[in-house]
């Protein structure tokens, strides 16, 4: 799957702002990075609710709820957890979409799911969606492939709503 390279901050800053709509952030592996790329935008306060980052798997379940049973039979980097967190957020900030991001960005594998494993999910007013991606190269290449992803997922679900 691509990683969205060609979608920018600003992009997404300008579609939601031109639709009156509001986003929101649940990262792991991003750690806000996410949150952080829209927020260096000129006017992205029009639009950013907020974002959670919730690296641990305690804070997954008690600040987005994701269920424990998930967490504890699957681990952390799965694609229903991605949804649940990107459901979590969305109603925790109030927002129109949320997107989350978990994952893998090593050195080591995690929960059992090689390095570069990636789910985005994006929650928004007609439901939910998640992909799954691998990225390769180091722990910082991959967290950055993950936020463009990240960003490309939200406003794909915006406009594919929007049509």
């Known amino acids: 799957m691509a990683d969205g390279a060609g979608v920018g ?5 300008a579609e939601f702002v031109a639709r009156g709509l509001t986003a929101g952030t649940a990262e792991s592996l991003t750690a806000g990075q996410v949150a952080a790329a829209l927020a260096d935008v000129p006017g992205a306060s029009a639009m950013l609710r907020g974002g959670i980052v919730s690296y641990a798997s305690e804070v997954k ?18 694609p229903e957890v991605a949804r649940a967190m990107a459901v979590g957020a969305r109603d925790a900030l109030g927002a129109d979409y949320a997107v989350a991001t978990t994952g893998a960005a090593g050195p080591e594998p995690h929960d059992g799911k090689p390095v570069g494993t990636v789910f985005v999910a ?18 910082a290449e991959i967290r950055a492939a993950a936020t463009r992803a990240a960003l490309a997922a939200l406003l794909s679900a915006v406009r594919a709503d929007a049509g």
């Open 9 to 13: 901050p600003a992009e997404v800053v």
């Open 61 to 78: 379940a008690s600040l987005l709820g994701v269920p424990e049973s998930l967490l504890a039979e699957a681990g952390s980097v799965e």
């Open 122 to 139: 994006v929650a928004g007013p007609a439901g939910s969606v998640v992909a799954a991606h691998l990225f390769a190269g180091g722990r």
